[in-house]
């Protein structure tokens, strides 16, 4: 148990719809990081978020977007979704350089 | 070509055996990092380290800074070792973000 959890576990959308998704830090963490990951693959740096900023983004559009909350909790928010975004979305808060990652949040869109 | 690269992509061994998972990297980096991924999808970190060895119970972990180089060792592997492992690096300079490789999925068969 890292202390790291996301919500919902599961979660099924259709072409166009917009998703929220929610992570709640590590306790005295004020750094967390969205991942992406398809099956089969390594995850995908999407952003990370420091104190309430963004302060880092990968390779990833605009409908791709966050926020962190003063108690350091983040969502994450994909307008307009697209098949291709079937995914496990990580999220890991940190303090210095190591992750703690949750158990993912894990979408499909149909 | 990926910033990280493992090797094997798959991997299975029988109970007992020595394992040895390797991984190169491109970029400059401040920490290495393995991690471990059981099939629900969670993300364990293992190791983080930017120089010489370290290790924990059964595993150990090496990094060659002047060859680009990690391995993670598992000595006396044992079904319950059965994951995907990870190899994930933070770029100097970066604000903490990881670059992952793709993973070793490991099956110990007993």
Redesign the interface.
């Known amino acids: 148990e890292t202390g790291v959890t996301q919500s919902p576990t599961h979660l099924i959308k259709t072409r166009g719809q917009q998703v929220t998704l929610r992570c709640s830090s590590q306790s005295g963490h004020n750094t967390v990081s969205w991942y992406q990951q398809a099956l089969g693959q390594g995850p995908q740096f999407i952003f990370q978020y420091y104190r309430e900023e963004e302060n880092g983004r990968g390779n990833f559009p605009p409908r791709f977007s966050g926020l962190q909350f003063p108690n350091y909790s983040s969502e994450l928010n994909v307008n307009a979704l697209e098949l291709d975004d079937s995914a496990l979305y990580l999220c890991a808060s940190s303090l210095y350089n190591e992750q703690f990652f949750g158990p993912g949040t894990r979408l499909t869109v149909l | 070509k990926n910033e ?1 690269e493992q090797s094997p992509q798959n991997l299975t061994a029988q109970e007992g055996e020595f394992i040895t998972i390797n991984c190169s990297y491109s970029v400059g980096i ?2 290495l ?1 393995w ?1 471990q991924q059981h099939p ?6 293992l190791f ?1 380290l930017s120089s010489g060895k370290k290790k924990h119970g059964r595993l150990i972990a090496t990094i060659n800074i002047q060859e680009k180089h990690s391995s993670l060792h598992i000595t006396a592997s044992h079904p319950r070792d059965s994951a995907v492992y ?1 190899c ?1 690096v ?1 770029p100097r300079g ?10 070793t999925k490991l099956s110990v068969k007993p």
């Not at chain 2, 629900?40 to 970190?45: A, D, F, H, T």
């Not at chain 2, 970066?94 to 490789?101: A, P, V």
């Open positions: 990280v401040s920490a990092h991690l629900g999808g969670g993300i364990v970190s983080m990870i994930a933070t970066s604000q903490g973000n990881l670059i992952f490789g793709k993973g």
